[in-house]
């Protein structure tokens, strides 16, 4: 009986211990979600000015100069997936690369796999991305990742070869689950930008088409580190709501160790009685 009571105990301790662990991590995802909602802002607003210089440069060209885009034909899709980089976040990076995949790659089609988890994930389906990164886990390290995808991007790219650039992430939804979005980056959509209405062109030291690539390149930058701080702050998010199912497992197999420790406790306690009794009589 001691022994079994031992163990008993032991248990209790290990899953106070787990408890103590679940709430810290818990905390960590709640303080990194919110660390990342407050960069949004200013990531938005360099985002928001570069598209109105991008508008404001569109006035340089004439109409029938200006670039346009069309996914029409299209010979190859790039698709960037932004995955988490840590565990214990559900399915967190599973939805995002099946979303991804949805339809079937052509050989031409290329993969970019950031978190470490999505590579896990490939890997177990045989999948060999084109370029891969390691997901920043802390916002600060946004900048420079939101570069290098570029950059992987941008060498990517061939003249000979158009190809349709998609970016697929999580999104924070303060819900049970975290929507997923798929996001055209290329060919370029100028379309979005209003054209400037202002008496005089601005001053440029470029040419207009080459600063108006320029631009394009800037927003697209801009699109890539607002996409990190959101599938950041999704992936924090899903940690988050894990832990919580997380502690309520714990609190309930505290709660049936509790009541096997007073049955067994109760049990030890009347068999020492009836042994006293036998001694006394």
Same mark, same amino acid.
């Given at each position: $009986?001691?022994?079994?009571?031992?163990?008993?105990?032991?248990?209790?301790?290990?899953?106070?211990?787990?408890?103590?662990?679940?709430?810290? $991590?818990?905390?960590?995802?709640?303080?990194?979600?919110?660390?990342?909602?407050?960069?949004?802002?200013?990531?938005?607003?360099?985002?928001?000015?570069?598209?109105?210089?991008?508008?404001?440069?569109?006035?340089?060209?004439?109409?029938?100069?200006?670039?346009?885009?069309?996914?029409?034909?299209?010979?190859?899709?790039? =698709?960037?997936?932004?995955?988490?980089?840590?565990?214990?976040?559900?399915?967190?990076?599973?939805?995002?690369?099946?979303?991804?995949?949805?339809?079937?790659?052509?050989?031409?089609?290329?993969?970019?796999?950031?978190?470490?988890?999505?590579?896990?994930?490939?890997?177990?389906?045989?999948?060999?991305?084109a370029w891969s990164a390691a997901m920043a886990i802390h916002p600060d390290a946004m900048p420079a990742l939101a570069g290098s995808i570029a950059?992987?991007?941008?060498?990517?790219?061939?003249?000979?070869?158009?190809?349709?650039?998609?970016?697929?992430?999580?999104?924070?939804?303060?819900?049970?689950?975290?929507?997923?979005?798929?996001?055209?980056?290329?060919?370029?959509?100028?379309?979005?930008?209003?054209?400037?209405?202002?008496?005089?062109?601005?001053?440029?030291?470029?040419p207009p088409p080459q600063l108006i690539t320029s631009l394009a390149e800037e927003y697209i930058y801009a699109e890539l580190h607002e996409a990190?701080?959101?599938?950041?702050?999704?992936?924090?998010?899903?940690?988050?709501?894990? $832990?919580?199912?997380?502690?309520?497992?714990?609190?309930?197999?505290?709660?049936?160790?509790?009541?096997?420790?007073?049955?067994? =406790?109760?049990?030890?306690?009347?068999?020492?009685?009836?042994?006293?009794?036998?001694?006394?009589?």
């Amino acid at each position: $009986m001691s022994g079994r009571l031992n163990d008993v105990t032991t248990h209790l301790g290990t899953t106070h211990e787990l408890g103590l662990v679940i709430a810290a $991590m818990r905390g960590i995802a709640v303080a990194r979600t919110r660390e990342a909602h407050q960069y949004l802002q200013g990531i938005r607003t360099y985002a928001d000015t570069i598209g109105t210089a991008i508008g404001e440069a569109l006035t340089l060209l004439d109409v029938a100069e200006r670039p346009t885009a069309s996914s029409a034909g299209t010979q190859r899709h790039l =698709r960037i997936v932004l995955c988490a980089e840590q565990g214990f976040a559900g399915s967190f990076s599973e939805r995002i690369l099946n979303m991804a995949l949805e339809s079937e790659p052509d050989a031409e089609d290329l993969l970019f796999v950031v978190g470490e988890r999505g590579l896990t994930l490939t890997a177990e389906q045989a999948m060999t991305p084109a370029w891969s990164a390691a997901m920043a886990i802390h916002p600060d390290a946004m900048p420079a990742l939101a570069g290098s995808i570029a950059n992987a991007l941008y060498a990517a790219l061939d003249d000979a070869i158009p190809t349709r650039v998609t970016l697929v992430h999580g999104l924070p939804g303060g819900t049970e689950i975290q929507p997923i979005v798929s996001r055209l980056l290329l060919p370029f959509d100028y379309s979005r930008f209003p054209i400037a209405s202002q008496a005089r062109s601005p001053y440029v030291t470029l040419p207009p088409p080459q600063l108006i690539t320029s631009l394009a390149e800037e927003y697209i930058y801009a699109e890539l580190h607002e996409a990190l701080m959101l599938s950041f702050a999704a992936e924090n998010e899903a940690r988050m709501q894990s $832990m919580v199912a997380a502690q309520g497992n714990i609190e309930q197999r505290r709660d049936t160790l509790l009541a096997e420790f007073r049955r067994l =406790r109760q049990e030890e306690i009347t068999e020492e009685i009836i042994e006293l009794s036998a001694i006394r009589f």
